[in-house]
């Protein structure tokens, strides 16, 4: 299972790669496997700013609907398109062209509270 070291976690298995005042988001290689076959990622929250922990879209898989967890405050400036016509992407390559939006961060302060990969290997039991 796969938990690359220069990406940051939350409690809820979503991955966050910062990159200045932008943060990029997925559901991590643990999530997915547990979701099992992906068949449709929802945001509906393009352009709104949100807070840290609320929900800004969702993931479907064949057995189950889950909500996703904003990581961090700020805007959602992209979402990762291909997912409507590819959902699959998040099982083939989380980490990859799996993403599923892009953050303009509020606070980025926030990010010191996020898991660093061995935290987040404690949690899935690694």
Known sequence: ??????????????????????????????????????????????DETLDKNEVFGTVEAVKTVSDLFLPLSGEIIAFNESLEDEPEQVNSDPYGKGWMIKIKLSDPNEVEALLDAAAYQEIIGG
């Open 1 to 46: 299972m796969s938990v690359p070291s220069e990406l940051k976690y939350t409690e809820d298995h979503e991955w966050v790669r910062i990159e200045g005042d932008e943060a990029t988001v997925g559901i991590t290689d643990f999530a997915q496997g547990e979701l099992g076959d992906i068949v449709y990622v929802e945001v509906d929250t393009l």
